[in-house]
Nanobody, 122 residues
Framework: QVQLVESGGGLVQAGGSLRLSCAASGSIVSIRAMGWYRQAPGKQRELVAAITTGGNTNYADSVKGRFTISRDNAKNTVDLQMNSLKTEDTAVYFC????????????????WGQGTQVTVSS
């Protein structure tokens, strides 16, 4: 069984910073892409940032230059440093990882964390 556990959300004023962390645990053989998504009230879940095992990154246009994603392959963790936060960044942020496991066979699937609330006040 695999779990993704997020931490680091909270309330911050516009212009401030927050750092989100996510740790994967369980019967993990390897982790491919890891990323952060967010979902604001009444909106669809959207990709914020993603990072491959080799460190290649991809960002939503709305966060480029403000957010930085990083990962530690040895610890199975992925972080999201969020700077210059705006009120429109308010959302529930979800960690995502494509994980390969083995239990009576190879199995690759996307796993999600429970979500962490980020609220940016004006």
């Amino acid at each position: 069984q695999v779990q993704l556990v997020e931490s680091g959300g909270g309330l911050v004023q516009a212009g401030g910073s927050l750092r989100l962390s996510c740790a994967a645990s369980g019967s993990i053989v390897s982790i491919r892409a890891m990323g952060w998504y967010r979902q604001a009230p009444g909106k669809q879940r959207e990709l914020v940032a993603a990072i491959t095992t080799g460190g290649n990154t991809n960002y939503a246009d709305s966060v480029k230059g403000r957010f930085t994603i990083s990962r530690d392959n040895a610890k199975n963790t992925v972080d999201l440093q969020m700077n210059s936060l705006k009120t429109e960044d308010t959302a529930v942020y979800f960690c995502n990882a494509r994980i390969l496991t083995y239990s009576s066979g190879w199995f690759s699937a996307d796993y999600w964390g429970q979500g962490t609330q980020v609220t940016v006040s004006s």
